[in-house]
């Protein structure tokens, strides 16, 4: 029903910068939160950001605030993740989501039910 493309993943060094985009497609997802999780290898999957159907709410994951902004274009229907000041920890596969409703508690996976194939994020020391 919704298919999620993310891109601008790659290898950057400490204190550098990304731009995630991740593209939704089958139908529009405006009136529906979005947000990114991401997972390290070995570790558990990690809530990252999330933002409101109208874009005026936003949530992060204490890890990244401050450093992460998302944003979105619904006329694009699309979300992105800004990342400034990366970290080795950063270094994970950033999936995009898009929540049930235009609002979702921020974390749990059951508030969302698409989920993006994943974009390599990969920060040097």
């Known amino acids: 029903q919704v298919q999620l493309v993310e891109s601008g993943g790659g290898l950057v060094q400490t204190g550098g910068s990304l731009r995630l985009s991740c593209a939704a497609s089958?139908?529009?997802?405006?009136?529906?939160?979005m947000g990114w999780f991401r997972q390290a290898p070995g570790k558990n999957r990690e809530f990252v950001a999330q933002?409101?159907?109208?874009?005026?709410?936003?949530e992060y994951a204490a890890s990244v605030k401050g450093r992460f902004t998302i944003s979105r274009d619904n006329a694009k229907n699309t979300v992105y993740l800004q990342m400034n000041s990366l970290k080795p920890n950063d270094t994970a596969v950033y999936h995009c989501?898009?929540?049930?409703?235009?609002?979702?508690?921020?974390?749990?996976?059951?508030?969302?039910?698409?989920w993006g194939q994943g974009t390599q994020v990969t920060v040097s020391p």
């Open positions: 089958g139908q529009p997802v405006g009136n529906r939160a």
């Open positions: 989501v898009v929540g049930i409703m235009g609002w979702a508690r921020p974390g749990p996976l059951s508030e969302y039910d698409y």
């Open positions: 933002v409101s159907w109208s874009g005026q709410t936003t």
